[in-house]
């Protein structure tokens, strides 16, 4: 059977892109696989799409009723995948991320690295394999890496990250700046999208101290703008909480422009994420300043102050 190739729930710009490009990999090397997504694609990922004229891959939420093994990309942790990720087989992981929540009966391929995109591993294992990489695709890739990394400002950006992208931006025959720069700006309209898709859009589940924490991170280039929603943003997220169990939900707000982010929690376990930060909350909020990263900047002192 066809093995399905996907990134995390509620994808991102990388998810799509690290699955189409992983399976455009596997498929050269002999493989019969698809990408898939998990979920509807944000505007910064519709934007890059329809920049590129790729097609979006079909949208699931289940895999066994059509294949017994899947290859997971831009993720590792089983909150954050397919509904029945336990009744499957993972061949594959090709991730950036911590790993947690994550077991295996039979051997597999695994190659993560710290880096600030997956779609910088994806790039290594073509060079690795000898396959061109397509123009279409570089773009593509290298979109994914404009995203992740908040074209090469955010603190997971390494060396490695922009060397690639600026590699892929020669393939693809991009003007990396002019074009990243569009890109990201698409990301952040928000005026049309609901209190619940704001809360939604990019939101990612982590168990912590036996707790579950929702963290959702929302780019935008005026802060007061995204703020002038509070009370819809509020009750948005108190839904969320209720709705799911959900311990704590974070909403980062963050402004790509300058680099900063301010913290909305609602929920149990607001003095942890004061300790976690260093800084009080007012009025449920608080500013993060040279704060872009959930994986880097916001996940690990959770953690450790859930600990």
């Known amino acids: 059977m066809k093995e399905l190739v996907f990134g995390h729930k509620n994808p991102d710009t990388d998810a799509i892109v690290a699955a189409k490009a992983y399976s455009f990999l596997l498929n050269q090397l002999g493989s019969d696989t698809e990408a898939v997504a998990l979920g509807e694609p944000n505007d910064e990922t519709k934007f890059v799409l329809n920049h590129f004229s790729e097609p979006y891959p079909r949208i699931i939420s289940e895999a066994g009723a059509e294949t017994k093994e899947v290859v997971l990309v831009d993720h590792n942790e089983a909150q954050q995948s397919v509904d029945d990720i336990s009744d499957l087989t993972v061949t594959h992981v090709i991730d950036h991320h911590r790993i947690a929540n994550f077991a295996t009966a039979a051997p597999l391929y695994y190659h993560a690295e ?32 404009i995203s992740d990394t908040l074209l090469f400002k955010s603190p997971t950006t390494t060396d490695v990250d922009v060397a690639v992208g600026k590699k892929l931006a020669e393939i693809a025959g991009v003007d990396y700046e002019e074009y990243g720069l569009a890109m990201l700006k698409a990301g952040t309209n928000l005026a049309t999208k609901t209190a619940e ?3 939604t859009s990019d939101a990612k589940s982590f ?25 819809e943003l509020r009750s948005a997220i108190e839904a969320q909480n209720k709705d799911n169990g959900y311990d704590l939900f974070l909403l980062m ?37 040279g704060v872009v990263s959930r994986k880097k900047q916001v996940v690990p002192p959770l953690e450790k102050a859930f600990e």
Do not use: W, Y
């Open 253 to 289: 707000v963050t402004n790509i422009l300058d680099s900063n982010t301010r913290l909305l929690a609602i929920g149990a376990g607001q003095d942890i994420v004061e300790t976690a930060f260093g800084h009080g909350l007012e009025n449920d909020k608080m500013d993060l300043p």
């Open 197 to 199: 898709e704001l809360v």
């Open 207 to 231: 168990e912590m101290g036996g707790k579950t924490v929702r963290v959702d991170q929302v780019n935008t280039v005026d802060l007061a703008e995204v703020f002038a929603r509070e009370d």
């Open 114 to 145: 710290p880096v600030g995109c997956c779609s910088t591993i994806i790039f290594k294992e073509f060079k690795q394999r000898g396959v061109e990489i397509p123009q279409n695709l570089a773009g593509l890739m290298l979109s994914a890496i």
